[in-house]
């Protein structure tokens, strides 16, 4: 084989050889392959290449002034750009991927440059989907956890991001179902005074000791006015309803935390029709994350039966 023909036996397109067309000296032809950026151009460099731009023998290369064979494996590695390019992220990114273990450890070359595979280019993939629907936190961590053998870690991982999907679904209902219990049971009004009502009255109205309005107040549920100068608490219209609706609802066995989260899509929505609408945004959305992260989980299982982890 000529060493014109090695260009093609590496996979390079010999007509981007610019002014290599005949009769060129081995260096010529080595000075401009190694210019040249095909897929094996850093290998070629690396491996090819000895001590001031002479042809060398190394392992799986056969080089000698014409003549050059590259093992056929070759074509599966990959550059750090081609890497990055497949999923449109910069060169320091992947490096930085390997760090922190979302991509398997890389070999390098004697010269100290990184070979990457197809295995990375899946790796890569899958960290990308599983970002998607878990987060780049999550995902680090499980991925991590697989490319260092521990994979009860990457499952726990996994299956706490399902979990939490699991909570925040079972938050949105109960705070419906305490809405949906205040509507079909609203506590019985009485316009407060035209300069507020003491906390004395509120007590009464509600049914409840003053020291419960106290802690209420103290967990941020109620938010009376003060009086200017005694600063005796007042409560309008709107805090005696709120604290007819704490009362209902502790009455009910609710959470402050669900008490909290009624309390707020009233004050923020101010109806019936718009609380239940932005309630029903919310599970629609964790309906789409949820998704994500079975797609997610999915693309995982693929890439450990790929790799033999899946048993």
């Keep these: 084989m000529s060493w014109l023909s090695a260009a093609d036996h590496a996979g390079c397109d010999i007509r981007t050889l610019h002014g290599i067309v005949a009769g060129p000296s081995p260096a010529e032809y080595w000075q401009v392959l190694l210019s040249h950026s095909c897929p094996c151009r850093d290998f070629c460099r690396d491996s090819c290449v000895g001590a001031g731009g002479t042809p060398r023998k190394v392992s799986n290369h056969v080089v000698s002034g014409t003549v050059a064979r590259v093992d056929v494996a070759t074509k599966d590695r990959l550059r750090a750009v081609d890497l990055a390019a497949t999923v449109g992220i910069s060169v320091q990114q992947v490096r930085n991927y390997v760090e922190l273990g979302v991509l398997p450890s890389v070999r390098r070359t004697a010269s100290g440059y990184r070979i990457f595979t197809d295995e990375h280019a899946r790796a890569l993939t899958v960290a990308r989907r599983l970002a998607e629907g878990h987060g780049w936190s999550r995902t680090r961590e499980i991925m991590a956890a697989v490319h260092r ?32 219990m205040v509507l079909a049971s609203p506590p019985a009004t009485r316009p407060a005074p035209r300069h507020g009502a003491r906390i004395g009255e509120v007590a009464a109205l509600v049914g409840v000791r003053t020291s419960q309005l106290r802690l209420w107040e103290e967990r941020a549920l109620l938010r009376p006015g003060r009086t200017p100068g005694t600063n005796y608490r007042v409560y309008d219209e709107a805090e005696l309803r709120a604290a007819q609706v704490i009362a209902l609802l502790r009455r009910g066995a609710y959470p402050f935390e669900i008490i909290a989260a009624v309390l707020g899509e009233l004050r923020t929505t101010g109806s019936a029709q718009r609380v239940r609408a932005e309630l029903a945004r919310r599970e629609q959305e964790l309906h789409t994350r949820s998704l994500r992260r079975l797609r997610g989980s999915a693309a995982l299982h693929d890439y450990l039966c790929g790799r033999g982890d899946a048993s």
């Design 149 to 180: 053998g521990d994979l009860p870690a990457a499952l726990a991982a996994l299956d706490g991001g399902h979990a939490e999907l699991d909570r925040e679904r079972a938050e949105i209902r109960r705070v419906l179902g305490a809405f949906e």
